[in-house]
Each structure stands twice: as C-alpha cells, then as structure tokens.
C-alpha cells in the first residue's frame, strides 16, 4: 500500500558532524512534506516543510531536500548537538487532504 | 503556532474502563486531529474532529470504540471507550497551523493494566 517510510531505523553521529535522516515515500500525489522532532515524553515539533514545487529549502542549520524523481526526502542536521537527539519522523500531506501521513521514525544519537 | 494543551499528560487505567482526554487549544480552529502513538512506534491518525459536525474516522477506528466530542472552535475530547492493555499508547491532539503544517500537544500517555 501506499507509505511513507525511513531507511533506517537509528543513527549515531558524532556531536559536531552533520547528520542525514533519509525518508521514502511512494506517492506521486504528495505535494507537501514536514519534518517533525520528537524528544521523549513530548510531542512532535515542526521542524522544517517544503512544498513539491521545491527541490531544497533551508533553515537555522537544517535543509530538507526533495527528490520527486525517486520519491525522497531527506533531513540534513549542520553541527549537531547533544540536543539534537530525538526521534525524526517525516510526514507527507495529500494533494486537498487534510491527514498527513506520517514515516516510521528515526532514531538520532549525538555522541560526546 | 498554536499552543496545546492535553489533560491528562499521563494515566494508568483498569482495563474495562474508559478515559477520556481534553485538548484545549488557545486560537480557533477549524479542524483537530487525534493521532495515536503506539510504544516505539510512528503516529497514526484515528480521526478528524470539526466542530458542529461528526468526526471523520480513519480505516481501523470507530467511534463507539475513540468517541470523539468538539463543541466549539478550542476544544476536542477523545474517549478511549472500555480499554484493553492494547490501548496503552500515547494519545495526541494536533491542529492546522497557518501554512497547513500541524501544531501537536505534548500527548497523553496511557497505561491500561
């Protein structure tokens, strides 16, 4: 069926590093993606979207890129800190649906 | 972004019985979302809440099970009806925010025992 999934389940980088969180999804009609960050015991926090008319779209040292071609999303992560370490989960929104889709999550460790 | 606000954060609840969760959000909106977010798992959404109509549920849920209330343009309730310990999860209110991004409470942790 139709999802949106992660191609690994858990990474570990070394605090400092710069970080890719990779994301699939497998429906053309999808035209907007977020990027959430989940720290234990709370609930997911918007991080960064894009829209499908986009390829790439920075923040304060994140930048999401959007592949439609092979259907990806990534999640880059500048200079990472202790702070950085959560659970990433993409999510896409369905061309005039409201639901979004969520991936299954990655796991981040920033190692000392 | 809006600020959401669940109660309670956390419960534990005999199996059998039911519990039912506040979402008090402090702008009006037009739709709420109740997501559940199974242990060590990604969040799935149960169903769509608009106020002055029925909620829209999704494949898998229904409402005599996740009895869902909105009675006005801040507020949403979530029953999780006569629980089982499959029901532990953590429950979540999200809402719409301005460029259709969406805005999550800190969720609802439930035990069922």
């Known amino acids: 069926g139709e999802s949106v999934g992660l191609h690994l389940p858990t990474l570990s980088v070394q605090e400092g590093d710069n970080s890719i969180i990779n994301c699939a999804y497998s429906?053309?009609?999808?035209?907007?993606f977020i990027w959430y960050k989940q720290e234990s015991g709370k609930g997911p926090q918007f991080i960064i979207d894009?829209?499908?008319?986009?390829d790439k779209r920075q923040g304060q040292r994140v930048t999401v890129l959007l592949n439609k071609t092979v259907k990806h999303l990534s999640l880059q992560i500048a200079a990472t800190q202790p702070g950085d370490s959560a659970v990433y989960f993409c999510?896409?929104?369905?061309?005039?649906?409201?639901?979004?889709?969520f991936g299954q999550g990655t796991r981040l460790t920033i190692n000392p | 972004s809006a600020v959401i606000s669940q109660k309670p954060s956390r419960d534990i609840c005999q199996r059998g019985t039911s519990l039912t969760i506040q979402c008090q959000v402090d702008?009006?909106?037009?739709?709420m979302f109740w997501y559940r977010q199974q242990p060590g798992q990604s969040l799935t959404l149960i169903a769509t809440?608009?106020?002055?109509?029925?909620?829209?549920?999704e494949s898998g849920f229904v409402i005599d099970k996740f009895p869902i209330s909105r009675p006005n343009l801040t507020f949403s309730t979530l029953t999780v009806s006569n629980m089982s310990p499959e029901d532990s999860s953590i429950y979540l209110c999200?809402?719409?925010?301005?460029?259709?991004?969406?805005?999550f409470g800190q969720g609802t942790r439930l035990t069922v025992v």
């Open positions: 999200s809402v719409e925010g301005l460029n259709t991004e969406a805005f």
């Open positions: 894009i829209r499908s008319n986009m």
């Open positions: 429906n053309s009609a999808s035209d907007y």
């Open positions: 999510a896409e929104k369905r061309g005039g649906a409201q639901k979004l889709v």
């Open positions: 809440a608009n106020q002055g109509s029925e909620a829209t549920y």
């Open positions: 702008s009006q909106v037009t739709m």
